[in-house]
């Protein structure tokens, strides 16, 4: 019995360097090299109702939003962007900002 569970924590040890191998190629075919490097910190910003936001602030919005949906999201977040960008400007906070679509 221990002659088996030397041979099978063996196999598991080898197994482990393996998968060790196969990271570190993995790493290193996607540029990851530095492992010690800590993550991006990103904030993520969504407007949760962009339609009734819009009503409320824009009258041309109220007319639009039911007909032109996309458009009007489009339009809340690109002035939500631009509001923040402008806050950020007075603050002298440099920041690098994007609308991403998922």
Request: overall charge negative.
């Amino acid at each position: 019995m221990s002659i088996l569970l030397v041979l099978f924590s063996g196999f598991v040890c080898w197994q482990v360097l393996e998968q060790r191998k196969v990271i570190a190629r993995m790493m290193e075919n996607d540029d990851i090299a530095d492992s010690e490097q800590e993550p991006e910190l990103v904030i993520t910003l969504r407007v949760l109702d962009p339609i009734a936001l819009a009503k409320r602030e824009s009258r041309s919005a109220r007319v639009l939003a039911d007909k032109l949906p996309v458009m009007v999201r489009k339009m809340v977040y690109q002035e939500v962007m631009k509001e923040l960008e402008e806050e950020m400007t007075e603050r002298e906070i440099d920041v690098d900002m994007q609308i991403e679509y998922r």
